[in-house]
């Protein structure tokens, strides 16, 4: 199956198009979850190292501003599910979401990739974005 490529847009930067080989040059992790009598055992990159690959602060750059910002990830059937920079960086709250071409080893299916989140550990599919197709991170307002 030809993969297609995962599109991040920020604040403030030109769009980055990841494609599969960009993907699997990125440190690759293991994640795990069951839902729906299934478990899922999936390799890829973690999205906070896609979102830090395609410029936003991570680290001890993650302050101020960039606190306020919010990962919006899509699928083509317009499911969008929003994750924080905070709890994605390993030095705050170290949640483990993974883009991933492949569980079990194998491709993904049509129905669910060609690239998907998974979250390590959750118990509920509603964050595992099947049919991923962009990340486009927004900035909060700072004031009602």
């Given at each position: ?29 293991e ?46 059937d ?22 991933t ?44």
């Amino acid at each position: 199956m030809m993969l297609a490529a995962l599109i991040v847009a920020l604040p403030g930067v030109p769009e980055r198009s990841f494609d599969p080989a960009a993907l699997d040059a990125l440190p690759q992790v293991e994640a795990v979850s069951t839902f729906h009598g299934m478990t899922l055992r999936c390799t890829g990159p973690r999205l906070d190292v896609v979102l830090a690959a395609a410029g936003m602060p991570a680290g001890e750059a993650l302050r101020g501003a960039a606190l306020r910002q919010v990962a919006l990830a899509r699928g083509a059937d317009g499911y969008v599910v929003g994750f924080t920079p905070a709890e994605l960086d390993p030095l705050l709250g170290n949640r483990a979401v993974v883009v991933t071409a492949r569980c079990g080893g194998k491709a993904l299916d049509a129905s669910d990739g060609p690239l998907r989140l998974l979250v390590d550990g959750d118990r509920r599919g509603a964050r595992s974005v099947r049919q991923l197709t962009r990340i486009e991170v927004v900035t909060l307002p700072d004031r009602p």
